[in-house]
């Protein structure tokens, strides 16, 4: 029988431990556009001898294996591959991608032919991930992932014996989402151009420095745990204003704050994403000048962030620059191979957002001609979640002009976080996306 693309569809599975995947629960990828489980590539070396009319031997180098899947923003598939991108965080049992993370998060993927025929990847990782929103023609909202793997196998019934040793055969291959995927409608944009004066002062114990996410604000201690008596050592969800906040913050012992610039009825979400330092003693009063200034994005008017209405295109990129690490790996059947991939180091993430819209006025072009920053823009995806990108710098503007033609602006805008303390830039990105499936 000739094999059909569309006969394929594929799942996943989350590994606790790198390529070793725990064979026991599925889920489905989502609605496929772009998949090939046997990118492979094997380095031979050539050992000629003299004598010989030809090699004598080949020698095997490390097995390299890539993954690249392309799918439509739909079930939880998505989700996995961005929030891994970003890197996989839980506060308050939540497993979400809060903030880029120096480890890797790894899948496992199980392709399927209809009839039979299964590909496993183990030890797949986003490297690079472009969500993709086209405003002008239509189509659904599409990820695109970069991904490298640890090995991958070939079985007619699941069973993956030899090197791998998993066995699925006996695992329910899950159904595909019923609910259509996301179109651009669904996807808003929000941007603050506005200057920095609205937000709220926190002042800690000695060493204590705050956390701010898309989703909540967490309080440390110096050594780097949760503070007991911040939200009795619970991260705080940002789902009230900025007063409410900070007089919550007001009343927890060993802890001050104040509302800044008039921004009591602010939408605390809308607080920079980073890492900042609260104070070196605790000082309710806020005497000694170590309290935390956190402010909130806002746009021109002073309110909050503003949605963007002239849009054509957004593709956000989180390109994590992984380095693989290659090295012999032994098998469950006692076999070894060399894999290129044999363990993933996490690289410094590149956070960018490219737009073209329909020129409206001249903020996004005196601020690249400024080198101004954007303090926030929001990727709102209704109830499927959001994400947050912080102190945005505008890296390439372009404007052309033709007779009789739109103007259209086109821009990159590269994120790095908001704080003055530890690694603030891990909150270049920041989500309220469920990782859990």
């Avoid at 026991?24 to 046997?38: E, I, K, M, Q, Y």
């Avoid at 031979?44 to 490390?62: C, E, F, I, M, R």
């Avoid at 183990?122 to 599409?142: H, R, S």
């Avoid at 201690?221 to 900070?246: H, Q, Y």
Wanted: negative net charge; proline residues 5%.
């Amino acid at each position: 029988m000739v094999k059909l693309t569309q006969n394929v569809e594929a799942a996943y599975e989350i590994e606790s431990t790198y390529g070793s995947p725990p064979g026991s629960n599925l889920f489905h990828l989502g609605l496929l556009d772009t998949f090939d489980p046997r990118q492979v590539e094997r380095s031979v070396t050539p050992v000629p001898s003299l004598g010989q009319s030809t090699d004598t031997h080949h020698a095997k180098g490390p097995l390299g294996v890539t993954l690249p899947i392309k799918v439509a923003c739909q079930g939880t598939g998505w989700k996995q591959l961005l929030g891994r991108a970003i890197g996989e965080s839980t506060l308050a049992s939540y497993k979400h991608g809060n903030k880029l993370t120096t480890s890797v998060d790894s899948l496992a993927i199980l392709a399927r032919e209809t009839g039979g025929d299964f590909t496993l990847v183990t030890g797949v990782v986003p490297n690079e991930v472009t969500l993709a929103v086209d405003y002008t023609t239509g189509g659904f909202v599409t990820c695109e992932a970069t991904c490298t793997g640890f090995f991958t196998l070939d079985e007619s019934d699941a069973n993956f014996d030899g090197f791998l040793g998993d066995d699925y055969s006996s695992v329910t291959f899950p159904a595909a989402p019923s609910a259509d995927p996301l179109l651009p409608t669904d996807v808003s944009l929000f941007v603050a151009l506005g200057g920095l004066t609205k937000g709220l002062s926190i002042d800690g114990p000695s060493g204590s420095y705050v956390e701010v996410g898309e989703k909540y604000i967490a309080a440390y201690n110096a050594n780097g745990t949760l503070n007991g008596d911040f939200n009795s050592g619970a991260p705080k969800e940002l789902n009230v204003n900025i007063g409410t906040l900070s007089s919550a913050i007001e009343g927890y012992s060993n802890w001050g704050s104040a509302v800044l610039g008039g921004g009591s009825g602010e939408v605390s979400k809308n607080l920079q994403k980073g890492i900042f330092y609260t104070g070196t003693d605790a000082d309710e009063d806020e005497t000694d000048g170590s309290a935390a200034s956190v402010f909130a994005g806002v746009d021109g008017s002073g309110g909050g962030p503003a949605a963007m209405t002239s849009i054509k295109t957004v593709e956000l990129k989180i390109a994590n620059n992984n380095t693989p690490i290659s090295g012999k790996a032994s098998g469950d059947d006692g076999s070894t191979e060399f894999l290129l991939n044999n363990k993933i180091s996490r690289g410094k993430a590149d956070i960018t957002l490219d737009i073209t819209m329909t020129a409206e006025n001249e903020d996004f072009y005196d601020l690249y001609v400024s080198g101004g920053n954007i303090p926030l823009m929001r990727l709102d995806f209704g109830s499927e979640g959001s994400i947050a990108l912080t102190n945005g710098t505008i890296t390439a503007f372009s404007r052309p002009l033709a007779p009789g033609a739109e103007i259209v602006d086109t821009m990159t805008i590269k994120f790095r976080g908001a704080g003055n303390y530890n690694n603030y830039s891990a909150y270049a990105i920041s989500s309220n996306i469920t990782l859990t499936p």
